[in-house]
C-alpha cells in the first residue's frame, strides 16, 4: 500500500522585509530618553530658578540663544514625535479594518510628523527675537533697537 | 464497632449563564441561564455535564480528558479564559451567576465550541518539531543546565487559552498570538535543535513577536503557569541578538 504522507508544514507565506523589529527598538531607546528630557524640562522651565513666573518670551529667546537648549529640545522634537507617531501607526494597524483606511491613516500620520518636524527645527535654529527691519512697537523689551 | 461519621459534602444552588449560538437557528449568540445544585468538590465542566446530561442536551462544548491535560475545555468564565475542567465552582463567587462564553477572537461554530484551525495554523507556521540534521544511534544527550533553558515552555498544551486572551490576537486575527511564540521558544532554545535561526525569521514578522504590547494577559491566563510574556520577551532578544 502507497502512504501518501502530507507534507507536515506549509510554512506561512515570506512578507516583505519589515522595519518592525528597528521600530521596537527605536521605541525602547527613545522612551527612556524622552523621560529623561522632558521632565528635565519640565523642572528647569517650571521648577527652578524664578520657577512658573520666569516664563515669558525672553525667557524662551534667552534659551535658544543657547546652542545646549537648541540641541535638547531639537532632540526632544524629534523623538517625541517619531515616537508619538510610531506609537499612533501600531494603534492604526490594531484597529483600521479596511485596508485602503489603514494606509491612508498611516501616511497622514507620518506626513503630518514630518510637517511637524520641518517646522519645528526650522524655528530652533532661524529663531531671533529681534528680527531686523520690524515694527519697534511689536519687538520685546529687551531687543537692541529699543 | 460503629463507623466513624463522615462529613457530608457541602452543596448550593449556583446560576450558570451560557452564551449558546446555534448556527442552524440563530443569527446572534444569546445568554441562557441554567440553575444547577452542585458540591464543593465539583469544577465547572461537572456543572457543564449535570446541564447537558439532565438540562439541555443541546448544549455544545468540548472537553475530553477532564483532568487539565488535553487543553480541551478553555472558555471564558467570568470574564477571564480559564480551563473549565480545573476551575473548582467554589473558588468563584457563587452568590452571583457564573457567566461562561467560548474564548474569544476565534469564529464561534456553536454555543463553546469555536474554530481553533486559525490557531493551529499560527503554530504549524513556526515548525514545532526538532529539526536535526544528524542521524544519531542513540538519544540525543542533553545537559540539565541546558534542559531547563526551555522547561516551561514544554508545558503548553496548546488550549488556546493564553492566544485568545490576547488583545492584539482580538483585533484581526493574524498576530501569530502567545501559543504559537511559546512553541517556538521551546525549540529555539533547545541546544539539540538546529533551526533556530529559520523560527527567529518566521516570528521576525510583521504579525511577529513585536506585536506584542506586554499586557501580560496571556501570562494571566494560562492554566498550565508559563511565564508566557517572558518567553516572547526572550524570543525578542534572540531577534535581537540574530542568534538563541
Redesign the interface.
Known sequence: MNVVIEIPNQPRSRKAANWEKYGWLFMRVSGPLLIVLIFTHLIVNLVLGDGIKAIDFAFVAGKWADPFWQVWDLAMLWLALIHGTNGMRTIVNDYAEKEKVRVGLNYTLWIVCALLIVLGTLVIFTFDPCPAGAALELLPSFCPAN | MSQPKIAEVASFQVTLIVRRFDPETDTEPKWVDYDVEMFGTDRVLDALHKIKWEQDGSLTFRRSCAHGVCGSDAMRINGRNRLACKTLIKDLDISQPIYIEPIKGLPVEKDLIVDMNPFYQAY??V?P?LIASDKPEKERLQSPEDRARYEDTTKCILCAACTTSCP?FW??GQYFGPAAIVNAHRFIFDSRDEGAQVRID?L???E?V??C?TTFNCTEACPRGIEITKAIAEV?QA??RGKP
Open positions: 504549524k507556521d515548525n518539531f492584539v483585533t484581526d518566521i521576525n514578522d510583521k511577529g513585536w506585536r504590547r525578542k531577534i535581537l
